[in-house]
Nanobody, 119 residues
C-alpha cells in the first residue's frame, strides 16, 4: 500500500516562511512527477509547483520567486520551501505523485496540510 504524508503546515504571519514535506512510503518502484497543489476555501484545487524525477520544475505564476520545490529521490520525499508568504497563499496544500508501485502505476494524493497566512 502506497501512502503520501504531508507535514510542515501551520499558521504564519505575512512575509514569513514555511517548509512543507511530503514522504512517500510503501512498495514503490519508481516515482515520476511529484507536485504540490492547494485549495483555498470556496475555490478549486490549483497546481502550485511540480518537479520531475530528473529535477525539472514548473511553478504557478503566483508563487514564482517565492516558493522552491525540491525532492530527494533516495528518500522518496518532496519539499516546498515557501518564503514571503501572503494571505492569499492560505489553503490546504496537497502532495501528489505519479508513481509506479510493484503492482501498478497511478496517481496518489496525500491527506493535505493546512497553511494559514494571517496577522
Amino acid at each position: 500500500q502506497v501512502q503520501l504524508v504531508e507535514s510542515g503546515g501551520g499558521l504564519v504571519q505575512p512575509g514569513g516562511s514555511l517548509r512543507l514535506s511530503c514522504a512517500a512510503s510503501g512498495r514503490i518502484f519508481s516515482i515520476y512527477v511529484m507536485g504540490w497543489y492547494r485549495q483555498a476555501p470556496g475555490k478549486q484545487r490549483e497546481s502550485v509547483a511540480v518537479i520531475t524525477n530528473d529535477g525539472n520544475t514548473n511553478y504557478a505564476d503566483s508563487v514564482k520567486g517565492r516558493f522552491t520545490i525540491s525532492r530527494d529521490n533516495a528518500k522518496n520525499t518532496m519539499y516546498l520551501q515557501m518564503n514571503s508568504l501572503k494571505p492569499e497563499d492560505t489553503g490546504v496544500y496537497y502532495c501528489h505523485a505519479d508513481l509506479r508501485s510493484i503492482l501498478t502505476r497511478g496517481d496518489y494524493w496525500g491527506q493535505g496540510t493546512q497553511v494559514t497566512v494571517s496577522s
